[in-house]
């Protein structure tokens, strides 16, 4: 129990210190807030459209990921709580993941990494400094898989297995795009 508590303690203050340096210069340094809702515990916020109803406890963070990730700011912190409470420590023997914690793992590590990619790739096309914004993509699929993706196996899941499809997802645009980095998105540095 003590080195799971490690664990999380230490790749918490990794994805701190890491997120803090993936931030762009204009960047506020937070996700604005969700506005509060008065929708049912089940039902999307507005600025999730596209994705599935979430329960409440997940809603608040997966916002600030999508939000993040939409605006070209790494969604890495607000996934970091997505999946903490999701997976942040292993299940008892003999018990299974609940289908809402394993969804709200992939909706932060494919849904949101995939429009966080989608958006610098966005940002390429309408004339942005490529390699920069390139770089970028390969150092979030870096990140993502040794922190986020170390949880995957709480949630009964296989990193391997979400790269592939987290690389399917955005494999047109990093094609045509950023074709150096593919190997990265895929696992393979």
């Known amino acids: 129990m003590k080195s799971t508590a490690v664990r999380y303690v230490a790749a918490t203050a990794v994805l701190l210190a890491v997120s803090a340096c993936g931030h762009d210069a204009t960047s ?3 996700a604005p807030a969700a506005a509060p ?3 049912a515990p089940s039902d999307p916020p507005a600025s999730m459209s596209g994705l599935p109803a979430m329960p409440q406890r997940y809603s608040k963070n997966l916002t600030r990921a999508f939000t993040a990730a939409s605006e070209g ?3 890495t912190m607000a996934c970091t709580s997505v999946i903490a409470m999701a997976a942040g420590n292993p299940l008892p023997e003999g018990r299974a993941p609940t289908p809402d914690s394993v969804r709200a793992f992939e909706l932060c ?3 949101v990494g995939a429009r966080y990619i989608d958006t610098l790739l966005a940002q390429i096309r309408a004339g942005g400094a490529k390699d920069e914004l390139c770089a970028k993509i390969a150092s979030y699929a870096v990140i993502a898989r040794t922190s986020l993706g ?3 196996g709480n949630a ?3 990193v391997a297995a979400l790269d592939r499809r987290l690389l399917e997802r955005v494999r047109a645009g ?3 795009s950023c074709p150096d980095q ?7 540095r």
């Open 73 to 75: 700011r790494s969604p």
């Open 174 to 176: 990093m094609q045509t």
């Open 182 to 188: 593919i190997e990265a998105l895929g696992g393979d």
């Open 109 to 111: 590590y494919i849904d």
């Open 150 to 152: 170390s949880f995957a």
């Open 156 to 158: 009964g899941l296989d």
């Open 28 to 30: 506020t340094g937070g």
């Open 37 to 39: 809702s008065t929708s």
